[in-house]
């Protein structure tokens, strides 16, 4: 083994656990924690003790939630996190969980807050985390719950201009509690109010170190994989599993075979495009032809998360039978990623929906799993690849879901509706390109709706399908924002659909952000 540092010497030197209390945000705190380059997880909010040392955490952060302290089905925690053994920040609903469990009183606020709100800080007692702040800040608010009553020994440090406990410490300053949210870029001083905690609470180090993590999941790769076992990858033609297919080729050689499956719902000449870079790359890629397997398999299926079962049985299918005809290969490897495994539910949370290459799986598979970039957002998986050598304008590509369009054409899924989606989703790309916005966008596709609405063409009445637009901006796809387009290229992407694609009579616009919507419509 490498007497670099590595992983596991990052979890036992001290990362950050995170207990996620079902908050829109929790993601994004661990994402914050990362940027310190410090290493850090997300475990479910009923967590034990044990379950939470098993990390060797320096610090444990209680993230928010939609529930209240004082219902009846309120998320509790494990009492010995609180005793004081180890740091505790508590975020939103977590400070509350904190006041609550610690002898504090908690109880429906008079008025919520929501959004940005003003906090004061009180200049009389001292915090780590609040020392060298100005005297207040705008925040990010999203509470109706309010702390009334501290639990003994605790100081205020915060109120909002309500009047609101806004932040509060125990006397020794290893328990703290933000009413608001510093993991949110509008929280003025979050970032710092964090990194306090971090380092001048907890302790941390700042040793997660992408490039030391790459050299140790090869080394992991190799100790998985036996030195005579077969690997095959599924590839999509996405950054996720190329990246996940470079990296292991460095460890497998020969021994590692790509299948790169077409099943009907690839966008308009990808598979030309992407098995042209992958010979650049020199992946040993075979390519199989599925398409009509998958559309029958899914015919009638208009339910999201049936679709994706569907469709990720069929690849499993697929691949056993690949496996066997290129040697009996004993490992299948995949792209999965660390929000794969949060939005599948996985890791103990909620589940948002089903990855194909996760909670889309079937329970009984004839492989072993190989997933060396489980724990990584999709920003570090694009930086491990510039390490690798991927080119850059491949690592740009925007993302693509495995199911392909068959998430993205709502409704019955037909060749010809799938082509439908397909003629306008280049179309809306192209444009994107030529404007030189590609590069600022994170995903830019279409979706085509299963509603016809009223039109007219030539002085005839028209019954065309409805296509939808939708761009947004992302770090790591747990959250994201709307791309506003100029108009131009707007009003020229509508007319080049509604006068290029055959049937279609109608273009809007989506401008939800992630959350309350996901990124993809299904």
Request: charge should be negative; charged fraction near 25%.
């Amino acid at each position: 083994m490498s007497s670099r540092t590595n992983i596991k010497d990052c979890e036992k030197d001290g990362g950050i656990v995170i207990l996620d209390f079902g908050s829109q945000y929790t993601q994004l705190i661990a994402r914050r924690v990362r940027e310190f380059e410090v290493y850090s997880e997300i475990l479910p909010w009923n967590s034990s003790i044990s379950r939470v040392l098993e990390s060797h955490p320096r610090g444990v952060i209680l993230s928010g939630g939609p529930r209240s302290t004082i219902g009846h089905d309120a998320p509790y925690i494990d009492a010995s996190i609180l005793d004081g053994s180890l740091p505790v920040l508590g975020i939103c609903y977590g400070m509350q969980l904190i006041a609550h469990a610690l002898g504090g009183r908690v109880q429906h606020g008079r008025l919520g807050e929501y959004g940005r709100t003003r906090v004061i800080f009180d200049r009389s007692t001292a915090s780590a985390i609040t020392k060298g702040l100005p005297d207040s800040v705008d925040v990010w608010m999203s509470h109706w719950d309010e702390v009334i009553f501290l639990p003994e020994g605790a100081l205020p440090l915060a109120s909002s201009e309500s009047g609101t406990c806004a932040a509060f410490s125990m006397m020794d300053g290893r328990i703290q509690g933000l009413q608001f949210h510093p993991e949110v870029e509008s929280t003025e001083y979050g970032r710092e109010m964090l990194s306090a905690f971090i380092f001048d609470v907890c302790g941390a180090k700042a040793n997660w170190k992408l490039g030391d993590w790459a050299e140790h999941a090869m080394e992991e790769i190799s100790e998985s994989v036996g030195g005579s076992d077969r690997v095959i990858c599924g590839l999509s033609g996405g950054v996720d599993s190329t990246v996940s297919a470079v990296l292991s080729s460095k460890v497998l050689g020969d021994r590692l075979d790509c299948i790169f499956v077409d099943h009907g719902f690839l966008r308009k000449d990808e598979p030309e495009q992407v098995l042209e870079m992958y010979e650049r790359l020199k992946l040993r890629v075979h390519r199989v032809n599925e398409s009509t397997r998958f559309l029958n398999a899914i015919n009638g299926a208009t339910e999201p998360e049936q679709k994706r079962k569907i469709i990720g049985e069929q690849f499993i299918r697929v691949f056993e039978r690949e496996a066997k005809r290129l040697g009996n290969a004993k490992w299948l490897l995949q792209g999965t990623i660390y929000p794969d495994v949060i939005e599948s539910g996985s890791a103990g949370g909620d589940v948002i929906k089903s990855h194909h290459n996760v909670g889309g799986l079937p329970e009984k598979m004839d492989m072993k799993l190989l997933e060396p970039l489980r724990e990584l957002f999709k920003d570090e998986v694009r930086k491990i690849g510039l390490m690798l050598g991927i080119p850059d304008h491949f690592l740009k590509r925007h993302p693509f879901p495995g199911p392909g369009l068959a998430i993205r054409c709502l409704g019955p899924l037909e060749r010809t509706r799938l082509n439908t989606l397909r003629e306008a989703d280049a179309i809306f790309i192209s444009e994107i390109k030529a404007a030189g916005l590609y590069d600022l966008i994170w995903q830019a596709f279409c979706v085509l709706l299963p509603v016809r609405s009223v039109g007219v063409a030539g002085d005839i009445r028209t019954y065309g399908e409805t296509v939808v637009l939708r761009t947004v901006t992302s770090l790591d796809a747990m959250t994201a924002e709307s791309v506003h387009l100029p108009w131009e290229v707007i009003d020229r992407v509508v007319r080049r659909i509604c006068g290029e694609v055959p049937g279609v009579g109608r273009v809007v616009m989506d401008v939800t952000g992630k959350p309350p919507s996901t990124i993809e419509w299904e």
